[in-house]
C-alpha cells in the first residue's frame, strides 16, 4: 500500500496491480477497497492495465480533512493521476461514477477516458425521493446518529426494513457505521440527481454503461450521460444488473480503452 498527498494534505492510500495503461478505480457509497467490488474488478483487468485502487477520504487508510467539498475529491484524483504518471483512465461505479464524471470535467486531458457504471442520475419526476433522502441524511448526519443515517441509505437503495434489521444484527454494522460519514460525500457527487453541467466539459471519450437486468430507472442514467458528454457512448453489458461481475464488465473496458 502506498499514500499520496491531495492538495488540502489528506494522505488517500492507493495500491497498484498489473501492467498496461493506467486505470484509477472510483467506488460508490460504502465501498472502498476492502468492502465492494473493486478488488474484483481490478483482478479481472490487470493482465491489461495497470489499476490503481484506492480509498476515497474518510474510507480504510485513508484520511479526511474537514470541510469536505466535491472539489477535495477531485483534488484526490488529481493526486492519483499524477502519482499515475500524469495520465489515467478512471472507472466509476454508481455514485462513484458521478464523482468521476466531476472529476474527468475538471481534470481535462488528464484522464484519458472515463468509464461510468450505472451512475444513479435521474429523471426530474425522480428526484423528489433524492431530494427527501438528502434531507433525512443530513439531519441524521447532523445530530451524529450514524445508525440513521446508515437506515436512510439503504432504505433508499431499496433495502426492506427487515433486511436493514438483519444487518443492524451482524458484525459488518459497526465496520458500516465507521464510513457513515462519508455518505454526505457520495450525496454531494451526485448533486441534485440530474446529469450535472460538468458533463458537457468533459474532453476524454466516455462509455457509460448500465447492466440488461438493471431497471430502467437505474439504465436512464447512463444513457442520459452518453448522451450530455461530448464523446460518449452507451452499451448493456448482458446478463448484469447492478452488482455487476467483474468478469462480465472487463472486455466491454479493454475494447473501449483499446
Avoid at 181 to 186: E, F, G, M, S, W
Avoid at 233 to 256: C, I, N, S
Wanted: hydrophobic letters at 50%; charged letters at 15%; aromatic letters at 6%.
Amino acid at each position: 500500500m502506498s499514500h499520496v498527498t491531495s492538495a488540502d494534505g489528506t494522505a488517500i492510500a492507493f495500491e497498484t496491480t498489473g501492467t498496461g495503461p493506467a486505470l484509477i478505480l472510483v467506488d460508490g457509497a460504502m465501498c472502498f477497497r476492502d468492502a465492494g467490488p473493486m478488488r474484483g474488478v481490478a483482478a479481472a483487468l490487470a493482465d491489461r492495465f495497470t489499476v490503481h485502487l484506492y480509498d476515497r477520504r474518510g474510507r480504510g487508510a485513508s484520511g479526511d480533512t474537514l470541510p469536505f467539498s466535491v472539489d477535495r475529491e477531485v483534488e484526490d484524483l488529481g493526486a492519483l493521476v499524477d502519482a499515475a504518471g500524469g495520465s489515467a483512465a478512471l472507472l466509476g461505479m454508481s455514485s462513484g461514477a458521478a464523482l468521476a464524471t466531476r472529476a474527468a470535467a475538471r481534470l481535462g486531458a488528464a484522464v484519458t477516458h472515463l468509464i461510468a457504471y450505472e451512475p444513479p442520475f435521474m429523471p426530474e419526476p425522480a428526484r423528489a425521493g433524492a431530494a427527501a433522502y438528502t434531507v433525512a441524511l443530513a439531519e441524521a448526519l447532523g445530530h451524529g446518529d450514524l445508525d440513521a443515517a446508515l437506515a436512510a441509505f439503504f432504505t433508499r437503495v431499496g433495502m426492506p426494513p427487515a433486511g436493514i434489521e438483519a444487518m443492524r444484527a451482524s458484525p459488518a454494522w459497526a465496520d458500516n457505521l465507521a464510513i457513515a460519514p462519508t455518505l454526505a460525500y457520495d450525496d454531494a457527487a451526485m448533486g441534485d440527481s440530474s446529469i450535472p453541467a460538468a458533463a458537457g466539459e468533459v474532453t476524454a471519450p466516455v462509455l457509460a454503461l448500465a447492466g440488461s437486468t438493471t431497471p430502467e430507472f437505474l439504465q436512464w442514467g447512463a444513457r442520459s450521460l452518453a448522451g450530455a458528454v461530448p464523446n460518449g457512448r452507451f452499451a448493456l453489458v448482458e446478463g448484469q444488473g447492478h452488482a455487476v461481475d467483474p468478469t462480465a464488465l472487463a472486455p466491454l473496458v479493454v475494447g473501449f480503452v483499446a
